[in-house]
């Protein structure tokens, strides 16, 4: 985990990113059954590198222990040198401690080479994603959002990005803590970054199931907000607070069916209570709670279940996807309506 993402003020300067598609079932399964067979074949042998350093480990340091035992004994009772005698238990005491590490360090091995050789196949099944292991939304965007709650380190990993129907897409696990290290992460999940290439979005709107930060935030950082009532058919969908420094134009912005796709997005997220923002003329930001970790790898002990997490991960990606084609019918007419 990286304690200060890449900068990424604006997406379209980004040149790697790249147009996306919608993956079609039968290829994603296909792709999805040659990648948990590569990562399978991937994991046993990470797991039999660490079974062989692990009988080497204990080998050598069990001769190693009897050795300092022996030399303990040797400097204290024959030449009553006490020094000599705990000197020579340490040193044979290092060579395990160093020999645990050697042993270990092959699980940290296995993980990179899980984020370097198969998470950037899966961004490109996933329908053509560039995958960046070290990289999240750059600071000074998120903090325009409104959304973010007091934080001292931002932390950003696992990033996919790519442009769909014109949209430019960004998304990461992301964290947000205090400096001691002792506490919880303040947030813990997904952020999502949207740029349509339009400015569609007039002033700044939020939107957030989250009933905490609303009424924590309703009288003091949103005080100039107004809030908005949207009627919706189904109540699964209202589930949000709408607030805007022009309600009219989110009126018009906001419809059922954005209300729809997001409340379907944190049913996903395992129910998380999602929260949005639409501000700059042309950003939709996503601040998504989930305390799954989307893009780890699997323990090196247990079989991979890769296929599970892809097709969760595609899920998501739908989904987004799906809020993105809600922007399409704006960018299509000449002013925004009323979404259906």
Not at 281 to 302: N, Q, R, T
Not at 303 to 328: G, N, S, W, Y
Request: include cysteine.
């Amino acid at each position: 985990m990286n304690n200060g993402p890449e900068q990424t003020e604006a997406l379209p300067e980004m040149p790697e990113a790249q147009d996306v598609s919608r993956s079609h079932d039968k290829e994603f399964s296909a792709t999805v059954e040659r990648l948990v067979r590569d990562a399978e074949g991937m994991r046993l042998s990470f797991m039999k590198r660490h079974r062989t350093r692990g009988h080497i480990a204990m080998t050598l340091g069990l001769i190693s222990l009897t050795i300092g035992a022996c030399g303990f004994g040797w400097f204290l009772l024959m030449e009553a040198d006490i020094l000599r005698a705990v000197g020579a238990m340490l040193a044979a005491i290092c060579i395990p401690a160093l020999l645990y590490f050697w042993h270990h360090g092959i699980l940290k091995d296995y993980e990179r080479s899980y984020k370097r050789e198969f998470l950037p196949r899966l961004a490109n099944a996933l329908g053509g994603f560039k995958f960046h292991p070290a990289r999240g939304i750059g600071r000074k965007i998120i903090a325009k959002t409104g959304l973010l709650p007091a934080h001292d380190v931002y932390e950003a990993e696992d990033c996919f990005i790519g442009r769909y129907k014109g949209v430019k897409v960004l998304f990461s696990e992301a964290r947000l803590k205090h400096k001691k290290k002792y506490l919880e992460p303040i947030f813990d999940g997904v952020f999502v970054l949207l740029e349509v290439p339009n400015a569609v979005i007039e002033g700044h709107t939020i939107l957030t199931a989250d009933e905490d930060a609303y009424r924590t935030w309703r009288s003091t950082r949103w005080q100039k907000l107004q809030d908005v009532d949207i009627p919706v058919d189904n109540e699964d969908w209202d589930r949000f607070h709408i607030l805007s420094d022009k309600p009219e134009a989110a009126k018009l912005l906001i419809g059922q069916r954005l209300l729809k796709e997001l409340s379907e997005a944190a049913d996903i997220f395992e129910n998380a209570p999602l929260s949005a923002a639409l501000f700059k003329g042309k950003f939709v930001f996503l601040m998504i709670p989930y305390k799954g970790d989307m893009f780890e790898a699997s323990s090196i002990h247990i079989p991979v279940a890769t296929k599970q997490h892809a097709m969760q991960c595609r899920r998501e990606i739908e989904q987004i996807l799906e809020i993105i084609d809600v922007f399409e019918l704006y960018q299509k007419a000449e002013t925004p309506g009323r979404a259906p």
